[in-house]
């Protein structure tokens, strides 16, 4: 299994990203997922889930209204889409996924990882 993250960079405050995860293997559409992300010097911090067949999606509150999870079972691509991005964003943005089927946001509770990728915001 690999995850692999793309779609960081730099932007202005107000600005936009969106964040992809690609994921391999069959089990993709099996798996809920998750967005995490680490500022440098702090604990890696839950961002958002979304299960399985994205009926369900969950955010930690400095995100929501801001911040949409979503994912393409058919593309096996997991994604996140940023706006009115913050300077307190600035993070490197991981994927994981949980084979399980928890709903957990403890990132000790997910099985895969992306490399991550980082975003800046100025």
């Known amino acids: 299994v690999q995850l692999v993250e793309s779609g960081g960079g730099l932007v202005q405050t107000g600005g936009s990203l969106r964040l992809s995860c690609a994921a391999s293997?069959?089990?993709?559409?099996?798996?809920?997922m998750g967005w995490f992300r680490q500022a440098p010097g702090k604990e890696r911090e839950f961002v958002a889930l979304i299960t399985w067949n994205g009926g369900n999606t969950w955010y930690t509150d400095s995100v929501k209204g801001r911040f949409t999870v979503s994912r393409d079972n058919a593309k096996n691509t997991l994604y996140l889409q940023m706006n009115s991005l913050k300077p307190e964003d600035t993070a490197v943005y991981s994927c994981?996924?949980?084979?399980?089927?928890?709903?957990?946001?403890?990132?000790?509770?997910?099985?895969?990882w992306g490399q991550g990728t980082q975003v800046s915001v100025k």
């Open positions: 293997g069959p089990t993709f559409s099996n798996w809920n």
């Open positions: 994981a996924a949980n084979r399980y089927g928890s709903t957990s946001i403890n990132p000790n509770h997910y099985n895969y």
